[in-house]
């Protein structure tokens, strides 16, 4: 790292990208990067230009000596990389719209990271992913590699279990959410308030919520179940939960937990936009296109702010710091997707877990959490189960894993439902699901 | 145990009853019961009076020199037992009526042992069986606590934790059926099948299959799967599997699987008994009335036989074998739920589990099954965890814990639903419910 | 199996194998053997052909249509095999005589399988047993692999991580002495007592003890606690225990933990047995001598009564009825060396231990033996940790390795010492050990 | 803590007394002590005098507005007091200088937290901790208790079992010398090195070592076993360590790890010392001697260079910053003894471990440290064994217990020494153990 840092950004073409490189410039004091790469896919050639045009307006506005390279060329952009950044969305959005789609179809939710739709956006992005971690091997043994592609705990599974690359977490703008939302119930700021999280990715909770280090817990519960707060908390969090879960539950449920614990409501909703065609991946074609636009005037050189409805909120800080406690040895605590090792008692040692961690020059240390309250404890082995079933599923191509790993999942709990989901699904997303069709 | 045992049927008014009797009576000669006490409740008395004559009959019929004892006074009958079985019923078939038909009245699972119904037959059962505890404790401390009485899973857990009983088991009859069931498909004597079990009740599974001690599990799964027998192998599991998962699954599944990986079948099949009032609780309500008819004639002296069509198929024999292994210190291996003690890597030690073990005459030792194939671990996690939380439930009167039991129940799975359910429910329990009402 | 079984045992030669000669006639209606194959080295050929003859003239004698054959070419021998026993002992007597005399040479204790001893024993035999293991896998990979060579349980450990073979077994005849000690003690048949065994070869301790399926642990402690019985008990065990120890340590040792719990004690008796060339291995080179004379004895044609006094009293019962137990699928509970699948919490779950089983024709299931003890726990994890860094440094051919497992191991604790020690016994042992000098 | 904070230390009287009181005057800034209590009992009451005298000189230099409170009432100076630091010696030196010479008349090692004299240690200090946690409870329960006093392992695993305290850790300064020992090995500041500690107090291993977070521990293999750096290592450990064992181990030793893998050495060189008077407590007793001469000096108002010589050194540093990180809500690594919850996998969750720890206001978070290295599994279990075992034996006062726990100990390893060893110093030091002479 002696002249400056080289960052390598996979899926570089992404509209989330201009908040990155206005992370990287605020911190450019403490985290000198001297390249930073921006790699994309010939389906991805366009956005990848406006977007990397932006980029380097961007850096000259700021005046940091940041070169910016746009690329097709994954191997190239690899070639002694520091950090390795992987955003990708294997069949961009019009995949991710089957994935919400199909299965509302047959009245169960379709999601980016849950259910069917979690899945299969797994199947076809694991495959990918190893092949990134095999090039990564090869051209820059050293580096760490940061995943933010979403499912982010099942590719962190996935590279542990079926790569040989050690130095990998994954990381999500969740928990980050979650302390912004408890500093705002507390009205204080997001720095005095500390989560211990523990679970997996889109399944992680907060054992317990710290204010200037001394345990709020308890006033959480109290402020959170208060009749008079109920519009702010629904606002916070999307859903409200009944104060008879809140009181008992023994945890801080993340807004992905909706989905486990409010499922009726839940895919009431999700038909709803399915109905009016406003699902998730079709709001978001629309968000994007308009933004692609904004990114195309050449006047432009800052991130806009239209930007932050696109959703990913927080995901610049979260990035950029997690780069910025390695590249610094910062040891300061965070949240990442990293091996277990013993720090969720129960949980595999060798498996992908989300939880606070040491952040060191080294890597994430785990804080050791202990064991997960009671009533959390099965459902959190029951996501992992179906990670692992699925990651089974994308690395030897078995139709028939997939349909056992939508069977135990409680969004499906179906093998007839399974097996149609699965076929169509395949189906759909046949070009980017080879190994199913060997 | 000098001349002869006494034992003590809880419940003894039961239908099943004459089953046990006729078991006893077949194997007096290993196992020489001098008493045998039928303990019922007031509300019972009717019932216990029948069913008490025709057990007289039955032992007279067969020469046997066992006492017939019937009494409602607990304390008195279990006086230097050497044996109690439970099989109450706390509330009788219509507290079980409304255990099935409030929940399907919402669209959710209504049965017997799991979801809402399982829930509130554990909260209505769980004091009762602590009250029964220390009522063992001060008058035959020596004692085997042999417990039938469903939810077992959750009742022995109950036991287990919050009485001073250590010898207790819970047993159940769907692990001897579904190795009648393997030996039907094998076309083989029973005796020469053995499973290796492992889960919980209600939730356990095979995790191998032996003929004459040689794994077949392959060759069952080929069966199971092979279109040929489809009608053949629905008769034996009341429903068939999709391949797929049965090839992938890794373990055997009984029958209560049904309810989590095929729910919305099981669910559409309730639904429809709901409608036309044939829930199961409804036709074993006629099945009884037909059955204590027949009870009364003064001519019957041995079991009738349609006491088979009751359902509970085998338990006589489970239960038979299992007093006589422990009286006997046969060693032999049989599946009872018991403390884990690591027999189940992954659950509790000290938990209540289903699994083979091996029974001496101090009691069952669970053979080390290693941990439960990956697909499965998480659902025997997440009942395990409702199990615990409902034991807190009942033993605390928590309508609150009650509600998260419910919550974290994946046949449930929303906080909304679980709190109307809970609340309907303690009202039309009311009577069975008096810690909820303190 | 079709026609009679096929035995072969490796290191047939030994003045052992009358024993299991005699063992198999006995038990010939229920484990009918059609071949014995005796095998052994050039070293070994004329012991091999003495004690062959011997065979054949018991088998004769016996009536029984037993094939035996010997010889050299061991891949000849194991064509099809059903089971193979191994007991060679590679060096023969001499090499056991040094590594009883170094280590007390050099004032710490030189034994078969504890210390120094113990680990050049397994440092000459682990290559060895891993070469049978690929012959096994070619010739007879149905075939169970039953190991009573010292040290076993390193061995066992050896064979589970360092070989294909998955049906692999250790014995030892120290439990069903400990059995025998304690049917003595009570005064009742052997047939009576059950122990449940638990921890490593030659460190195994007896959790309960059962008299008719009884425990009697607290009679038995009493018994052996009691002055009167001093010498009895001295007979049984060898040494008598501090009665404070046995009171409070909460389990039955093994004689070889004489080793661990009165270092001095046994250090002083070994070293009068080195002064005056008394050791173990002197003493039964003698003993061994006298018997070959014996067996030559053309008229002999049964087990000589002399060959109890050469010690493994009831090896010949503990491997027959083991052999018999899988061949009939016998379900009844022995202790042999497996893999430990959770069966003793705490120690890893795939490392060997020796521990109680039911033997199924599938081999040992062991039984579910919860934790050890508390003061017990720590020296079974440190010679467990011996054991496998000693099977290291076997199959790497590491001195290093070699002196870390003396300076782990209490009986040397001294890295120093442990440097010596390796270095004089690596030279001496120089012919059995190639692999140190690649 | 309004006001400033109020530290009670008992054990006042001790000569280490001015290096915390330096280290509280050095961290004012930061750390605003209001009042610092110094509480003795009767018998030390004269050395309490003299350093409690220096201290107010001490900090009447400094101009720091802390207030010395001198006191022989334990409760009194409880009172609200935020943080209980303990570092009183049961018996005194006297009874430390038995702990030494006893064992070492009988050939084994004789320490203060090591072995017999260990065990001793423990049993006179247990008891009294245990009495001050109950004031705690009463007096002050907010208050952390930082316990300095040995055996610093044993007597946090009695906090932890025996008492309610939850706030409790123990605190050694062998941890931050083996940094220093690093930082002087690699020439560099104590600060840019960091270990990963796990393991037990005086029994804790280096996994990893950093130096600017990125890991050395192969560099600092290859220096310790250069031998050019011979008598600098030595210096450095004290002993040095065979190059084989260095190098195979796995972890970095702790100086306290001599006694158990070079025992012959360390206990020669302690039966020197004992023969010429020369063991640690008679040296200390002219130590102390000497240094309350100097403290009685009314001109002294520093503390004085010669305490360095005393032992202990960082001492002070540690526990100013572990104080400081506490009420700063630092979040920086330390290591401390605290509840393991799973941090070092393979050691009871519930026991004491010597872990490193982030440091919260709300206490320590150990980090999870995965598995320990196969080599030192075994021996860190021992001594938790011994801990346990010695623990139970002070709260039961049991004569027995104590027999067994020195049998367990590898550095006696006799259960007759045992048994002369207990008799013998329950004797000695009869006035300090009232519980076994009820």
């Given at each position: 790292m002696?002249s ?15 908040e990155?490189v206005?992370?990287f410039i605020?911190?450019?004091d ?8 921006l790699?994309?896919?010939e ?5 990848l230009?406006i ?5 380097k307006?961007m850096?000259k ?5 940041m ?9 190239e ?5 520091d ?8 069949g ?13 179809s ?7 990271t ?10 076809r992005?694991i495959?990918?992913?190893l092949?990134i ?7 820059c043994?050293n580096a ?14 996935a590279v542990?279990?079926y ?7 994954g990381?999500?703008?969740?928990p980050?959410?979650?302390e ?8 204080v ?7 211990d ?5 889109h ?5 317990d919520?710290y204010l200037d ?11 959170l179940t208060?009749?008079?707060?109920s ?14 879960f ?5 945890a801080?449920a993340?807004p992905?937990h909706?989905y486990y ?15 009016s ?6 709001v978001v ?10 990114y195309k ?5 800052i991130?806009?702010?239209q ?23 910062k040891?300061d ?5 990293t ?6 008692i129960?949980?595999?040692?060798e498996?992908?877990?989300e ?9 994430p ?8 309250p009671?009533?959390?404890r099965?459902?959190?082995?029951t ?10 599923a ?11 790993a ?24 046949k ?8």
């Amino acid at each position: 790292m002696a002249s400056g840092l080289k960052i390598v950004t996979i899926g570089g073409g992404s509209s989330y990208t201009p908040e990155l490189v206005e992370g990287f410039i605020k911190r450019y004091d403490e985290l000198p990067i001297r390249e930073l790469w921006l790699v994309d896919v010939e389906a991805g050639r366009e956005k990848l230009e406006i977007v990397g045009a932006l980029a380097k307006r961007m850096v000259k506005k700021a005046g940091v000596p940041m070169e910016i390279h746009l690329t097709l060329n994954r191997r190239e952009a690899l070639k002694d990389a520091d950090f390795v950044t992987t955003q990708m969305r294997i069949g961009q959005l019009a995949a991710r719209a089957k994935d919400e789609r199909i299965p509302l179809s047959h009245g169960v939710l379709g999601q980016e990271t849950n259910g069917a739709g979690g899945l299969f956006k797994g199947l076809r992005t694991i495959p990918v992913i190893l092949e990134i971690c095999k090039d990564i091997e090869e051209c820059c043994p050293n580096a760490w590699l940061i995943n933010f592609t979403n499912p982010a705990g099942m590719v962190t599974e996935a590279v542990l279990r079926y790569s040989n690359i050690k130095k990998v977490m994954g990381l999500c703008n969740v928990p980050i959410g979650m302390e912004m939302g408890i500093a705002k119930l507390l009205e204080v700021e997001h720095s005095r308030i500390r989560i211990d999280f523990a679970g997996l990715n889109h399944m992680v909770y907060g054992l317990d919520i710290y204010l200037d280090g001394v345990s709020v817990k308890d006033r959480v519960t109290d402020l959170l179940t208060d009749p008079n707060n109920s519009s702010f908390v629904k606002n916070i969090q999307g859903e409200e939960w009944a104060p008879e879960f809140l009181r008992t539950v023994g945890a801080l449920a993340c807004p992905y937990h909706h989905y486990y614990y409010k499922t009726p409501v839940m895919v009431a909703k999700e038909l709803k936009e399915f109905e009016s065609n406003e699902t998730r991946a079709e709001v978001v074609q629309r968000l994007e296109a308009e933004l692609f636009e904004l990114y195309k005037d050449e006047t432009l050189d800052i991130k806009p702010p239209q930007l932050e409805k696109r959703g990913g909120a927080y995901y610049s800080d979260a990035a950029c710091r997690l780069i910025n406690s390695i590249y610094n040895d910062k040891r300061d605590i965070q949240p990442v997707n990293t091996m277990n090792r013993g720090a969720i008692i129960g949980l595999p040692a060798e498996s992908a877990v989300e939880v606070s961690c040491v952040i060191t020059k080294d890597g994430p240390i785990p804080l050791a959490m202990g064991e997960l309250p009671v009533p959390v404890r099965g459902l959190v082995q029951t996501i992992k189960s179906f990670e692992r079933v699925a990651c089974e599923a994308a690395v030897e191509g078995s139709r028939e894993k997939a349909i056992l790993a939508l069977t135990i999942n409680p969004l499906v709990a179906s093998d007839q439902l399974a097996k149609t989901l699965v076929d169509e699904m395949i189906e759909a997303h046949k070009e980017y699901l080879p190994l199913f069709f060997k």
